[in-house]
């Protein structure tokens, strides 16, 4: 089945370059091909600085909750500034993937130049920002998330395993910002869960890569030949255990009873549960887990639970029982 979609997309671009869509796509604004590229449709994983607010109480702190709107803003930039960047670096692979070969960069109705001239720019007001608005400490963290992610663009996502940690260590860095900027201690927790769940669904998303691709992924993507999706069952199967049991060991241990004042917070364990396996579900029976933020949007129930969760946290952690 994927090896067929392939072929058919690729029919269909050949279509397309005698006056198909992608042919259409060329009278694009330029300044509409800049906004996708940012990818606004990712910005919910940005949703991540947030974490420390919550989890911190300050929910319903007016200061905290401006310093966190203003972190959330910076990194909705920075990771517009690393996808550019990605994009100019992958264009030529991305062209020869069924899905990416849309993008404004590989479709080119975005130019090379524009295209870092924009990111340039993007990233000296954000990363200003950053340093200027919320301090020292979070702008660091904020240039070491441009700096890692932009190693990721070159070197790093070419060693296998690497790729997928760099990947999660990001999400580390969002989550670390959050806590940074509102000025709170940054739980352990914190990491390890964010870490677990990064690597997770950066493992889905190569699984989902192989199966797609077929034949071509190692053309698309070399570092997609030291994988299988057999070696990546197994390592979806250790860090699904693992999320499961560091959520499960933090909402019953003593120190977060102590913290919340309750014992409550480990009713909120079944909707990790849940959620895990319906993101199992979708990217096994529905050939889903490309894009993360995609298939949060466009699955209701997942959507559902994620949902479900944060207002139960927020209800038990604010109001204890």
């Known amino acids: 089945m994927a090896r067929s979609t392939h072929q058919d997309f690729a029919a269909s671009d050949g279509s397309a370059a005698r006056g198909g869509p992608v042919a259409r796509d060329a009278d694009r604004p330029a300044a509409l091909s800049l906004l996708i590229s940012l990818r606004p449709s990712q910005w919910s994983k940005n949703l991540l600085v947030f974490a420390g607010l919550v989890f911190a109480r300050r929910l319903?702190?007016?200061?905290?909750?401006?310093?966190?709107?203003?972190?959330?803003?910076v990194f909705c930039a920075l990771s517009g500034v690393v996808?550019?960047?990605?994009?100019?670096?992958?264009?030529?692979t991305d062209r020869r993937h069924p899905l990416k070969s849309k993008r404004?960069?590989?479709?080119?109705?975005l130019?090379?130049?524009?295209?870092?001239?924009?990111?340039?720019?993007?990233?000296?007001?954000?990363l200003g920002a950053a340093f200027a608005v919320?301090?020292?400490?979070?702008?660091?963290?904020?240039?070491?998330?441009?700096?890692?992610l932009a190693l990721y663009s070159g070197p790093l996502k070419h060693i296998v395993i690497i790729d997928a940690l760099t990947i999660a260590i990001g999400f580390v860095l969002?989550?670390?910002?959050?806590?940074?900027?509102?000025?709170?201690?940054?739980?352990?927790?914190?990491?390890?869960?964010?870490i677990l769940l990064a690597l997770f669904i950066a493992f889905a998303k190569r699984r989902h890569e192989l199966v797609?691709?077929?034949?071509?992924?190692?053309?698309?993507?070399?570092?997609?030949?030291?994988?299988s999706p057999y070696l990546l069952d197994q390592m979806i199967?250790?860090?699904?255990?693992?999320?499961?049991?560091?959520?499960?060991?933090?909402?019953?241990?003593p120190e977060t009873t102590e913290k919340f004042g309750t014992e409550w917070l480990g009713l909120t364990i079944p909707f990790p549960l849940y959620g895990i396996f319906r993101y199992l579900y979708l990217v096994h029976q529905r050939d889903g887990g490309g894009s993360p933020s995609d298939l949060l949007l466009s699955d209701r129930p997942l959507l559902a639970c994620v949902t479900a969760w944060i207002l139960a946290v927020v209800l038990i952690i604010y109001q204890p029982l």
Do not use: K
């Not at 020292?136 to 963290?141: D, E, Q, R, T």
């Not at 969002?174 to 964010?194: D, E, M, N, P, Q």
């Open 60 to 73: 319903f702190d007016g200061p905290s909750v401006a310093r966190a709107a203003i972190a959330f803003a």
């Open 83 to 92: 996808y550019l960047v990605n994009d100019v670096a992958d264009r030529e």
């Open 104 to 109: 404004p960069i590989a479709a080119g109705t």
């Open 111 to 126: 130019s090379v130049r524009a295209a870092l001239g924009a990111a340039v720019v993007l990233a000296a007001a954000a």
């Open 134 to 148: 919320l301090g020292p400490a979070f702008g660091l963290v904020a240039l070491a998330y441009v700096a890692l």
């Open 174 to 194: 969002r989550a670390a910002a959050g806590a940074v900027a509102i000025g709170v201690v940054i739980s352990h927790w914190l990491f390890v869960c964010t």
């Open 212 to 227: 797609l691709l077929a034949d071509g992924a190692i053309s698309h993507r070399p570092i997609l030949g030291e994988y």
């Open 237 to 253: 199967a250790v860090v699904t255990a693992s999320t499961l049991i560091a959520y499960i060991f933090y909402t019953i241990s």
